[in-house]
């Protein structure tokens, strides 16, 4: 069981690595799955300009996720500005909230809750523009309760995230090939877990979790709660299924 609190306080990450080819999308549940968004004096605004993709779910499930059992996963939402943003061409911002996003494998129950309360979360990808999409392109994953990518769980698994007091949450890909991911209560990359998983983030009293890769070719990735193993990053579903875009590679 993992805890992580944040109270007045900032957190920046930066690293570097290569996204791969990413896969079709597919869901399959068998049994209960609830699923609920709840959105109260809130702004929730997902933007693509020109020829860029942004996709923002809530919560969530996106692409080739397996459950067996009960699934559970709210995102609620008060007096909070939830904003996904792909701003030039080429330009790939994905944000989920309560989570699941590519090939995630649970087998039993997984309760997932996101809760943003008088607070703010920003995803941003803005690369340089590109011509036929390949060049000069930024990428920004923001998840929340997360699980990401290949990550599969037998038995279960609770993971929280909370925000309260004013705080930001700001995750930004800036420049020509940058990168930006941010998780929270986690799990990411080719993460096998047998038994049970608590994860839980808390930021409150106006506290500042920034994920950024600003300048060209920079790369940032943060989690939180976490669990990690990935280096670099698994596929991701931006495919056919999920955009304009089929696949998606970095140096």
């Known amino acids: 069981m993992k805890t992580l609190a944040f109270f007045a306080l900032s957190a920046l990450a930066t690293a570097s690595y290569a996204l791969t080819p990413a896969p079709m999308g597919e869901i399959r549940i068998t049994g209960t799955s609830n699923q609920t968004a709840s959105v109260n004096n809130s702004v929730v605004k997902n933007t693509a300009d020109s020829n860029a993709y942004a996709n923002q779910n809530l919560a969530s499930n996106k ?11 709210s995102a609620t939402l008060e007096k909070a500005t939830v904003e996904n943003h792909a ?3 080429g330009d790939i911002a994905v944000q989920s909230l309560a989570s699941n996003v590519g090939k995630v494998s649970v087998s039993g129950t997984s309760n997932q809750t996101a809760n943003v309360i008088e607070s703010s979360m920003y ?12 060049a000069g392109t930024a990428v920004a994953y923001q998840n929340a309760a997360s699980n990401h990518g290949d990550v599969t769980i037998s038995g279960t698994s609770n993971q929280y995230f909370g925000m309260s007091g004013g705080s930001v949450a700001d995750n930004k890909a800036k420049g020509a090939n940058a990168v930006a991911v941010q998780n929270m209560s986690s799990n990411y990359g080719k993460v ?22 600003n300048g060209d070719g920079a790369v940032a990735y943060q989690n939180l709660a976490s669990n990690d193993a990935c280096e670099p990053p698994p596929p991701i579903c931006v495919g056919p299924a999920c955009g304009p875009f089929a696949s998606l590679t970095r140096p």
């Open 63 to 73: 692409g080739s996720v397996s459950i067996t059992g009960t699934s559970n996963q």
């Open 123 to 134: 995803n941003t990808a803005e690369g340089n523009g590109c011509v036929g999409c390949d």
């Open 192 to 213: 096998l877990i047998s038994g049970t998983s608590n994860q839980t983030t808390y930021i409150t009293g106006q506290s500042f979790v920034g994920n950024l890769a």
């Open 87 to 89: 701003k030039n061409a």
